[in-house]
Protein backbone atom coordinates (compact mmCIF):
# COMPACT_ATOMS: atom_id res chain seq x y z
CA UNK A 1 0.00 0.00 0.00
CA UNK A 2 1.10 3.68 -0.91
CA UNK A 3 0.62 6.24 1.53
CA UNK A 4 0.00 9.98 0.55
CA UNK A 5 0.29 12.52 2.93
CA UNK A 6 -2.99 13.71 4.15
CA UNK A 7 -3.73 17.79 3.85
CA UNK A 8 -4.90 19.71 6.67
CA UNK A 9 -5.91 22.36 4.45
CA UNK A 10 -7.53 22.36 0.77
CA UNK A 11 -9.50 20.50 -1.65
CA UNK A 12 -9.97 16.34 -2.72
CA UNK A 13 -11.06 15.92 -6.11
CA UNK A 14 -11.74 11.91 -6.13
CA UNK A 15 -13.71 9.51 -8.61
CA UNK A 16 -11.58 11.34 -11.71
CA UNK A 17 -11.67 9.07 -14.39
CA UNK A 18 -8.45 6.62 -14.11
CA UNK A 19 -5.52 8.18 -15.99
CA UNK A 20 -6.87 11.66 -16.43
CA UNK A 21 -5.92 13.54 -13.22
CA UNK A 22 -3.27 15.70 -15.19
CA UNK A 23 -5.96 16.35 -18.04
CA UNK A 24 -8.31 17.58 -15.24
CA UNK A 25 -5.70 19.52 -13.91
CA UNK A 26 -4.74 21.42 -17.05
CA UNK A 27 -8.80 22.07 -17.71
CA UNK A 28 -8.78 23.55 -14.20
CA UNK A 29 -6.29 25.60 -14.95
CA UNK A 30 -3.95 24.55 -11.73
CA UNK A 31 -0.37 24.74 -12.26
CA UNK A 32 1.55 21.89 -11.56
CA UNK A 33 4.34 23.47 -10.58
CA UNK A 34 3.18 26.57 -8.07
CA UNK A 35 0.63 24.18 -6.46
CA UNK A 36 1.21 21.79 -3.94
CA UNK A 37 -0.42 18.63 -5.10
CA UNK A 38 -0.73 14.77 -4.90
CA UNK A 39 -1.72 13.05 -7.51
CA UNK A 40 -3.08 9.15 -7.19
CA UNK A 41 -3.71 7.95 -10.23
CA UNK A 42 -5.14 4.64 -11.03
CA UNK A 43 -6.03 3.23 -7.74
CA UNK A 44 -8.76 0.85 -6.35
CA UNK A 45 -12.50 2.61 -6.64
CA UNK A 46 -14.81 0.39 -5.33
CA UNK A 47 -17.84 2.74 -7.48
CA UNK A 48 -15.70 2.33 -11.05
CA UNK A 49 -12.90 -0.08 -9.93
CA UNK A 50 -10.47 2.60 -11.10
CA UNK A 51 -10.44 6.25 -10.51
CA UNK A 52 -7.77 9.34 -10.01
CA UNK A 53 -7.71 11.23 -6.70
CA UNK A 54 -6.38 15.05 -6.78
CA UNK A 55 -5.23 16.61 -3.53
CA UNK A 56 -4.43 20.55 -3.37
CA UNK A 57 -3.34 21.99 -0.33
CA UNK A 58 -4.50 25.29 0.54
CA UNK A 59 -6.88 25.66 -2.46
CA UNK A 60 -10.20 27.11 -1.48
CA UNK A 61 -12.25 26.16 -4.57
CA UNK A 62 -12.50 24.90 -7.95
CA UNK A 63 -14.66 25.82 -11.22
CA UNK A 64 -17.11 23.30 -10.65
CA UNK A 65 -18.98 23.87 -14.22
CA UNK A 66 -15.49 23.07 -16.22
CA UNK A 67 -15.24 20.11 -13.98
CA UNK A 68 -18.37 19.33 -14.55
CA UNK A 69 -17.34 19.23 -18.08
CA UNK A 70 -14.41 16.92 -17.93
CA UNK A 71 -14.72 14.52 -14.78
CA UNK A 72 -18.94 14.48 -14.38
CA UNK A 73 -18.93 12.24 -11.93
CA UNK A 74 -16.15 13.16 -9.58
CA UNK A 75 -16.42 14.80 -5.98
CA UNK A 76 -15.05 17.93 -4.00
CA UNK A 77 -14.32 17.50 -0.81
CA UNK A 78 -13.37 20.51 1.37
CA UNK A 79 -11.01 20.42 3.77
CA UNK A 80 -10.26 22.62 6.79
CA UNK A 81 -8.42 21.99 9.74
CA UNK A 82 -7.83 18.36 8.78
CA UNK A 83 -11.58 17.40 8.25
CA UNK A 84 -13.65 17.50 5.69
CA UNK A 85 -16.58 20.59 5.91
CA UNK A 86 -18.32 20.36 2.94
CA UNK A 87 -18.71 18.06 -0.13
CA UNK A 88 -19.61 19.01 -3.63
CA UNK A 89 -20.50 17.44 -6.86
CA UNK A 90 -19.78 18.92 -10.34
CA UNK A 91 -22.05 20.93 -12.29
CA UNK A 92 -23.29 20.45 -15.89
CA UNK A 93 -23.22 23.95 -17.05
CA UNK A 94 -25.63 24.83 -19.90
CA UNK A 95 -22.94 26.67 -21.92
CA UNK A 96 -19.44 26.54 -22.01
CA UNK A 97 -16.20 28.92 -23.07
CA UNK A 98 -13.12 29.01 -23.87
CA UNK A 99 -12.78 26.04 -21.84
CA UNK A 100 -12.39 23.36 -24.72
CA UNK A 101 -11.80 23.75 -28.21
CA UNK A 102 -13.49 22.01 -31.45
CA UNK A 103 -11.56 19.38 -32.51
CA UNK A 104 -13.68 19.45 -36.48
CA UNK A 105 -11.21 20.59 -38.85
CA UNK A 106 -14.26 22.13 -41.23
CA UNK A 107 -15.02 24.41 -38.17
CA UNK A 108 -14.81 27.89 -38.31
CA UNK A 109 -13.01 28.30 -35.43
CA UNK A 110 -10.13 26.48 -36.85
CA UNK A 111 -9.65 29.82 -38.64
CA UNK A 112 -10.94 32.47 -37.69
CA UNK A 113 -9.01 34.62 -34.89
CA UNK A 114 -9.81 35.77 -31.83
CA UNK A 115 -13.02 33.39 -31.46
CA UNK A 116 -14.39 32.18 -28.27
CA UNK A 117 -14.55 28.73 -28.43
CA UNK A 118 -18.57 28.07 -27.10
CA UNK A 119 -20.10 24.83 -26.48
CA UNK A 120 -23.64 23.90 -25.23
CA UNK A 121 -24.92 20.60 -22.85
CA UNK A 122 -26.53 18.40 -26.02
CA UNK A 123 -27.61 15.89 -23.76
CA UNK A 124 -27.81 15.91 -19.98
CA UNK A 125 -28.46 12.29 -19.45
CA UNK A 126 -24.94 11.95 -21.39
CA UNK A 127 -23.53 15.10 -20.73
CA UNK A 128 -22.79 15.33 -24.41
CA UNK A 129 -21.44 18.96 -25.53
CA UNK A 130 -21.29 20.05 -28.69
CA UNK A 131 -20.02 23.26 -30.81
CA UNK A 132 -22.36 25.90 -31.03
CA UNK A 133 -20.81 26.49 -34.63
CA UNK A 134 -20.67 23.05 -36.38
CA UNK A 135 -22.62 21.29 -33.91
CA UNK A 136 -19.56 19.01 -33.39
CA UNK A 137 -19.59 17.02 -30.47
CA UNK A 138 -16.71 18.16 -27.76
CA UNK A 139 -13.79 15.55 -27.59
CA UNK A 140 -11.71 16.02 -24.15
CA UNK B 1 -58.01 21.26 -52.73
CA UNK B 2 -58.39 24.05 -49.63
CA UNK B 3 -54.90 25.33 -48.77
CA UNK B 4 -53.91 23.70 -45.67
CA UNK B 5 -50.95 25.44 -43.90
CA UNK B 6 -51.00 25.27 -40.53
CA UNK B 7 -52.90 28.23 -39.15
CA UNK B 8 -50.76 31.16 -37.53
CA UNK B 9 -52.03 32.35 -34.25
CA UNK B 10 -49.62 34.63 -33.05
CA UNK B 11 -49.40 38.12 -32.02
CA UNK B 12 -47.81 41.07 -33.71
CA UNK B 13 -44.27 39.70 -31.72
CA UNK B 14 -44.45 36.49 -31.99
CA UNK B 15 -44.46 36.66 -36.13
CA UNK B 16 -42.22 39.33 -35.91
CA UNK B 17 -38.56 38.86 -37.70
CA UNK B 18 -37.62 42.22 -38.32
CA UNK B 19 -33.74 42.45 -37.47
CA UNK B 20 -33.55 38.74 -36.57
CA UNK B 21 -31.06 36.82 -38.34
CA UNK B 22 -31.62 33.29 -39.56
CA UNK B 23 -28.71 30.65 -39.48
CA UNK B 24 -30.57 27.87 -38.93
CA UNK B 25 -34.08 27.08 -38.81
CA UNK B 26 -34.16 26.47 -35.14
CA UNK B 27 -33.84 30.54 -35.41
CA UNK B 28 -37.75 30.75 -37.06
CA UNK B 29 -40.65 28.99 -34.77
CA UNK B 30 -42.57 26.71 -36.68
CA UNK B 31 -45.75 29.16 -36.64
CA UNK B 32 -43.03 31.75 -38.35
CA UNK B 33 -42.28 28.83 -41.10
CA UNK B 34 -45.91 28.59 -42.03
CA UNK B 35 -45.99 32.54 -41.98
CA UNK B 36 -43.36 32.50 -44.58
CA UNK B 37 -44.92 30.14 -46.77
CA UNK B 38 -48.58 32.03 -46.93
CA UNK B 39 -46.05 35.35 -47.37
CA UNK B 40 -43.71 33.31 -50.47
CA UNK B 41 -47.63 32.45 -51.91
CA UNK B 42 -49.23 35.67 -51.83
CA UNK B 43 -45.64 36.72 -53.24
CA UNK B 44 -46.12 34.17 -56.26
CA UNK B 45 -49.69 35.77 -57.11
CA UNK B 46 -48.71 39.60 -56.71
CA UNK B 47 -44.76 40.21 -57.88
CA UNK B 48 -46.00 43.26 -59.64
CA UNK B 49 -48.17 44.68 -56.38
CA UNK B 50 -44.44 43.63 -54.20
CA UNK B 51 -42.27 44.80 -56.81
CA UNK B 52 -40.97 48.01 -54.94
CA UNK B 53 -41.58 47.00 -51.37
CA UNK B 54 -37.93 46.91 -50.36
CA UNK B 55 -36.92 50.08 -52.62
CA UNK B 56 -33.96 51.79 -51.34
CA UNK B 57 -32.71 48.43 -48.88
CA UNK B 58 -29.65 47.09 -50.03
CA UNK B 59 -28.33 43.27 -49.54
CA UNK B 60 -25.03 41.93 -49.78
CA UNK B 61 -23.99 38.70 -50.85
CA UNK B 62 -21.00 37.81 -49.38
CA UNK B 63 -20.10 34.48 -51.15
CA UNK B 64 -16.50 33.13 -49.83
CA UNK B 65 -17.05 29.76 -52.21
CA UNK B 66 -19.39 29.37 -55.47
CA UNK B 67 -22.73 28.93 -55.49
CA UNK B 68 -24.40 30.39 -58.99
CA UNK B 69 -27.83 29.43 -58.55
CA UNK B 70 -28.18 30.21 -54.18
CA UNK B 71 -26.23 33.48 -55.16
CA UNK B 72 -28.64 34.28 -58.27
CA UNK B 73 -31.53 32.95 -56.06
CA UNK B 74 -30.98 36.02 -53.09
CA UNK B 75 -29.89 38.50 -55.15
CA UNK B 76 -33.30 38.06 -57.71
CA UNK B 77 -35.04 38.07 -54.98
CA UNK B 78 -33.87 41.38 -53.60
CA UNK B 79 -34.33 42.77 -57.03
CA UNK B 80 -38.06 41.60 -57.68
CA UNK B 81 -38.58 43.47 -53.94
CA UNK B 82 -37.26 46.58 -55.79
CA UNK B 83 -33.98 46.91 -53.61
CA UNK B 84 -30.44 46.80 -54.58
CA UNK B 85 -27.47 44.46 -54.54
CA UNK B 86 -24.00 44.56 -53.31
CA UNK B 87 -21.35 41.66 -52.48
CA UNK B 88 -18.66 39.30 -53.60
CA UNK B 89 -18.30 35.51 -55.34
CA UNK B 90 -15.58 33.85 -54.77
CA UNK B 91 -13.06 34.37 -51.67
CA UNK B 92 -10.24 35.19 -53.93
CA UNK B 93 -11.90 38.83 -54.53
CA UNK B 94 -12.43 39.96 -51.13
CA UNK B 95 -10.44 41.04 -48.75
CA UNK B 96 -10.43 37.78 -47.00
CA UNK B 97 -7.24 36.56 -49.18
CA UNK B 98 -5.80 39.51 -47.80
CA UNK B 99 -5.99 37.83 -44.43
CA UNK B 100 -9.47 39.83 -42.64
CA UNK B 101 -11.40 38.08 -40.77
CA UNK B 102 -14.84 37.27 -41.40
CA UNK B 103 -16.17 39.49 -38.50
CA UNK B 104 -14.10 42.38 -39.44
CA UNK B 105 -15.55 42.00 -43.37
CA UNK B 106 -19.39 42.08 -41.92
CA UNK B 107 -18.59 45.06 -39.40
CA UNK B 108 -17.35 46.79 -42.78
CA UNK B 109 -20.53 44.91 -45.03
CA UNK B 110 -23.31 46.39 -42.67
CA UNK B 111 -22.13 49.75 -42.91
CA UNK B 112 -23.05 49.36 -46.68
CA UNK B 113 -26.04 47.30 -46.66
CA UNK B 114 -29.26 46.45 -44.75
CA UNK B 115 -28.87 42.68 -45.01
CA UNK B 116 -26.46 39.40 -45.95
CA UNK B 117 -27.14 36.53 -47.07
CA UNK B 118 -23.64 34.81 -46.82
CA UNK B 119 -22.25 31.57 -47.82
CA UNK B 120 -18.83 30.15 -46.83
CA UNK B 121 -16.89 26.92 -46.96
CA UNK B 122 -16.61 26.43 -43.05
CA UNK B 123 -19.27 25.07 -40.56
CA UNK B 124 -20.76 27.61 -38.41
CA UNK B 125 -19.27 30.99 -40.46
CA UNK B 126 -23.00 32.26 -40.92
CA UNK B 127 -23.05 32.49 -36.71
CA UNK B 128 -19.93 33.92 -36.43
CA UNK B 129 -21.26 36.77 -38.97
CA UNK B 130 -24.25 37.33 -37.25
CA UNK B 131 -22.93 37.64 -34.04
CA UNK B 132 -20.47 40.36 -35.66
CA UNK B 133 -23.31 42.96 -36.65
CA UNK B 134 -26.53 44.52 -35.70
CA UNK B 135 -27.73 43.66 -39.30
CA UNK B 136 -29.75 40.54 -40.28
CA UNK B 137 -27.73 37.82 -41.54
CA UNK B 138 -28.83 34.63 -43.29
CA UNK B 139 -26.98 32.05 -44.17
CA UNK B 140 -26.88 30.51 -47.43
CA UNK B 141 -24.77 27.67 -46.56
CA UNK B 142 -21.85 27.04 -44.01
CA UNK B 143 -19.66 24.18 -45.56
CA UNK B 144 -21.71 20.81 -45.14
CA UNK B 145 -23.51 22.10 -41.67
CA UNK B 146 -26.61 24.50 -42.63
CA UNK B 147 -28.79 25.88 -45.54
CA UNK B 148 -31.79 26.61 -44.30
CA UNK B 149 -33.52 28.82 -47.09
CA UNK B 150 -32.78 25.42 -49.19
CA UNK B 151 -35.19 23.59 -46.78
CA UNK B 152 -38.11 26.79 -46.78
CA UNK B 153 -37.65 26.11 -50.65
CA UNK B 154 -38.24 22.21 -50.10
CA UNK B 155 -40.71 22.98 -47.94
CA UNK B 156 -42.89 25.58 -50.29
CA UNK B 157 -42.61 23.22 -53.12
CA UNK B 158 -44.16 20.31 -51.09
CA UNK B 159 -46.91 23.07 -49.81
CA UNK B 160 -46.98 23.99 -53.54
CA UNK B 161 -47.87 20.67 -54.56
CA UNK B 162 -49.83 19.42 -52.15
CA UNK B 163 -50.89 22.19 -50.12
CA UNK B 164 -50.08 20.64 -47.03
CA UNK B 165 -46.58 20.09 -45.74
CA UNK B 166 -48.00 17.43 -42.78
CA UNK B 167 -49.66 13.69 -44.04
CA UNK B 168 -47.52 12.83 -46.38
CA UNK B 169 -45.13 9.47 -47.07
CA UNK B 170 -41.63 11.65 -48.17
CA UNK B 171 -38.88 9.14 -49.67
CA UNK B 172 -35.34 10.49 -49.40
CA UNK B 173 -32.98 9.10 -51.58
CA UNK B 174 -29.24 8.98 -52.42
CA UNK B 175 -26.90 10.22 -50.29
CA UNK B 176 -28.49 10.70 -46.23
CA UNK B 177 -24.92 10.97 -44.30
CA UNK B 178 -23.28 13.87 -45.86
CA UNK B 179 -26.76 15.44 -47.12
CA UNK B 180 -27.56 18.20 -45.13
CA UNK B 181 -30.20 19.15 -46.42
CA UNK B 182 -32.42 15.94 -45.79
CA UNK B 183 -31.26 16.72 -42.23
CA UNK B 184 -32.78 19.82 -42.28
CA UNK B 185 -35.58 19.10 -43.99
CA UNK B 186 -36.27 15.97 -42.18
CA UNK B 187 -35.53 17.62 -38.55
CA UNK B 188 -38.30 20.81 -39.71
CA UNK B 189 -40.87 18.49 -41.04
CA UNK B 190 -40.68 16.86 -37.98
CA UNK B 191 -41.79 20.18 -35.97
CA UNK B 192 -45.15 20.34 -37.78
CA UNK B 193 -45.70 16.03 -37.42
CA UNK B 194 -47.32 13.21 -39.35
CA UNK B 195 -44.85 12.61 -42.06
CA UNK B 196 -43.47 8.85 -42.62
CA UNK B 197 -40.12 8.98 -44.21
CA UNK B 198 -38.87 6.22 -46.35
CA UNK B 199 -34.70 6.68 -46.42
CA UNK B 200 -33.76 5.20 -49.32
CA UNK B 201 -29.82 4.75 -49.32
CA UNK B 202 -26.79 2.36 -49.77
CA UNK B 203 -25.39 1.16 -46.55
CA UNK B 204 -22.56 2.86 -46.56
CA UNK B 205 -24.24 6.19 -46.80
CA UNK B 206 -27.34 5.51 -44.47
CA UNK B 207 -28.88 8.19 -42.31
CA UNK B 208 -26.88 9.58 -38.74
CA UNK B 209 -28.29 7.82 -35.65
CA UNK B 210 -29.17 11.39 -34.58
CA UNK B 211 -31.44 12.10 -37.25
CA UNK B 212 -32.95 8.56 -36.72
CA UNK B 213 -33.44 9.78 -33.39
CA UNK B 214 -35.04 13.31 -33.90
CA UNK B 215 -37.79 11.00 -35.72
CA UNK B 216 -38.07 8.90 -33.22
CA UNK B 217 -38.68 11.57 -30.80
CA UNK B 218 -41.70 13.00 -32.53
CA UNK B 219 -44.44 12.21 -31.70
CA UNK B 220 -46.02 11.47 -34.75
CA UNK B 221 -43.52 10.44 -37.70
CA UNK B 222 -42.19 7.35 -38.70
CA UNK B 223 -39.47 6.35 -40.86
CA UNK B 224 -38.06 3.04 -42.85
CA UNK B 225 -34.87 2.48 -44.29
CA UNK B 226 -35.19 0.30 -47.60
CA UNK B 227 -32.44 0.14 -49.90
CA UNK B 228 -34.22 -0.52 -52.99
CA UNK B 229 -35.87 2.66 -54.56
CA UNK B 230 -38.36 0.45 -56.95
CA UNK B 231 -39.39 -1.61 -54.16
CA UNK B 232 -40.74 1.13 -52.35
CA UNK B 233 -41.45 4.09 -55.10
CA UNK B 234 -45.43 3.19 -55.40
CA UNK B 235 -46.43 3.97 -51.70
CA UNK B 236 -44.62 7.47 -52.10
CA UNK B 237 -46.37 11.31 -52.35
CA UNK B 238 -43.02 12.53 -52.61
CA UNK B 239 -39.60 11.46 -53.77
CA UNK B 240 -36.23 13.62 -52.14
CA UNK B 241 -33.47 12.81 -54.61
CA UNK B 242 -30.02 14.17 -53.23
CA UNK B 243 -26.53 14.14 -55.24
CA UNK B 244 -23.67 12.01 -53.76
CA UNK B 245 -21.33 14.91 -53.01
CA UNK B 246 -17.84 14.58 -54.28
CA UNK B 247 -16.66 17.19 -52.34
CA UNK B 248 -17.41 15.45 -49.29
CA UNK B 249 -15.60 12.21 -49.92
CA UNK B 250 -11.60 12.18 -49.49
CA UNK B 251 -11.50 8.54 -51.68
CA UNK B 252 -12.34 9.35 -55.42
CA UNK B 253 -12.75 5.27 -55.51
CA UNK B 254 -15.83 5.42 -53.04
CA UNK B 255 -17.28 8.64 -54.53
CA UNK B 256 -17.42 6.64 -57.86
CA UNK B 257 -19.30 3.93 -56.45
CA UNK B 258 -21.62 5.30 -54.84
CA UNK B 259 -22.35 7.83 -57.19
CA UNK B 260 -24.30 5.75 -59.56
CA UNK B 261 -26.48 3.44 -56.82
CA UNK B 262 -29.48 5.15 -57.61
CA UNK B 263 -30.45 7.32 -60.68
CA UNK B 264 -34.06 7.88 -61.47
CA UNK B 265 -35.10 7.62 -64.91
CA UNK B 266 -38.93 7.43 -66.46
CA UNK B 267 -38.78 3.59 -66.16
CA UNK B 268 -38.35 3.84 -62.22
CA UNK B 269 -41.28 6.69 -62.69
CA UNK B 270 -43.66 4.37 -64.39
CA UNK B 271 -43.73 2.68 -60.95
CA UNK B 272 -44.93 5.73 -58.89
CA UNK B 273 -47.84 7.46 -58.02
CA UNK B 274 -49.61 9.66 -60.77
CA UNK B 275 -49.25 12.75 -58.35
CA UNK B 276 -45.67 12.16 -56.81
CA UNK B 277 -43.42 14.77 -56.61
CA UNK B 278 -39.42 14.59 -57.37
CA UNK B 279 -37.65 17.12 -55.46
CA UNK B 280 -33.78 17.61 -55.70
CA UNK B 281 -31.80 20.68 -54.47
CA UNK B 282 -29.80 20.84 -57.70
CA UNK B 283 -27.41 20.68 -59.15
CA UNK B 284 -27.94 16.61 -60.28
CA UNK B 285 -25.09 15.11 -61.97
CA UNK B 286 -26.94 11.88 -63.39
CA UNK B 287 -29.09 11.20 -60.63
CA UNK B 288 -32.13 12.32 -62.33
CA UNK B 289 -32.08 11.53 -65.95
CA UNK B 290 -33.17 14.25 -68.21
CA UNK B 291 -36.27 12.24 -69.69
CA UNK B 292 -37.73 12.86 -66.27
CA UNK B 293 -37.75 16.62 -66.68
CA UNK B 294 -40.67 16.88 -69.04
CA UNK B 295 -42.82 14.55 -66.48
CA UNK B 296 -45.18 16.73 -64.46
CA UNK B 297 -43.86 15.22 -61.86
CA UNK B 298 -40.71 16.58 -61.89
CA UNK B 299 -40.96 19.13 -59.37
CA UNK B 300 -36.97 19.78 -59.05
CA UNK B 301 -37.28 23.27 -61.57
CA UNK B 302 -40.42 24.59 -59.56
CA UNK B 303 -38.49 24.16 -56.46
CA UNK B 304 -35.84 26.50 -57.51
CA UNK B 305 -38.72 29.17 -58.07
CA UNK B 306 -39.61 28.39 -54.91
CA UNK B 307 -36.24 28.82 -52.97
CA UNK B 308 -36.86 32.67 -54.48
CA UNK B 309 -39.89 33.29 -53.52
CA UNK B 310 -39.51 31.97 -49.62
CA UNK B 311 -36.09 34.41 -49.95
CA UNK B 312 -38.46 37.39 -51.05
CA UNK B 313 -40.66 36.24 -47.96
CA UNK B 314 -37.16 36.18 -45.54
CA UNK B 315 -36.06 38.91 -46.74
CA UNK B 316 -39.12 41.10 -46.36
CA UNK B 317 -39.93 39.82 -43.14
CA UNK B 318 -35.87 40.43 -41.20
CA UNK B 319 -36.14 43.97 -42.82
CA UNK B 320 -39.88 44.59 -41.86
CA UNK B 321 -41.02 46.32 -44.91
CA UNK B 322 -44.52 45.67 -45.62
CA UNK B 323 -45.97 43.97 -48.48
CA UNK B 324 -49.08 46.26 -50.31
CA UNK B 325 -51.90 43.98 -49.55
CA UNK B 326 -50.79 41.20 -47.54
CA UNK B 327 -52.34 40.68 -44.60
CA UNK B 328 -50.04 39.83 -41.55
CA UNK B 329 -52.58 38.25 -39.77
CA UNK B 330 -54.26 35.43 -41.54
CA UNK B 331 -57.81 36.27 -41.72
CA UNK B 332 -57.62 39.92 -43.02
CA UNK B 333 -56.01 39.28 -46.23
CA UNK B 334 -56.53 41.55 -49.55
CA UNK B 335 -56.65 39.82 -52.80
CA UNK B 336 -55.76 42.33 -55.50
Known amino acids: MMEVTSISEGIIIDHVPAGTALKVLNYLHIDPTKATIALIMNTTSHRYGCKDIIKIQNSADVDLEVLGLVAPHATVDVVKDSRIVEKQKPRLPEHVTNVISCANPRCVTSSERDIDQLFHLSNPDTGEYRCDYCDEAAKL | ?336
Open chain 2, 1 to 336: MADKIPPVQLSKSQFNLVGRSVVTLDDVSAPQISYLLRKARYISDHLPEVSQAAAGKILATLFYEPSTRTRLSFETAMLRLGGHVIGFAGAQNASVSKGESIADTLKTVANYADVVAIRHPKEGAALVASKSVDIPVINAGDGGHMHPTQTLADLATLQSRFSRITDLTIGLCGDLTFGRTVHSLIETLCRFGNVKFVLISPKELKMPQYVLDRIKASQSCTYEEVTDLTAVIGDLDALYMTRVQKERFFNEDDYLRLRDTYILDAAKLKLAKPTMAVLHPLPRVNEIATEVDSDPRAAYFEQVKNGMLMRMALMSSVLGVKLPGFAEDDTKEVRA
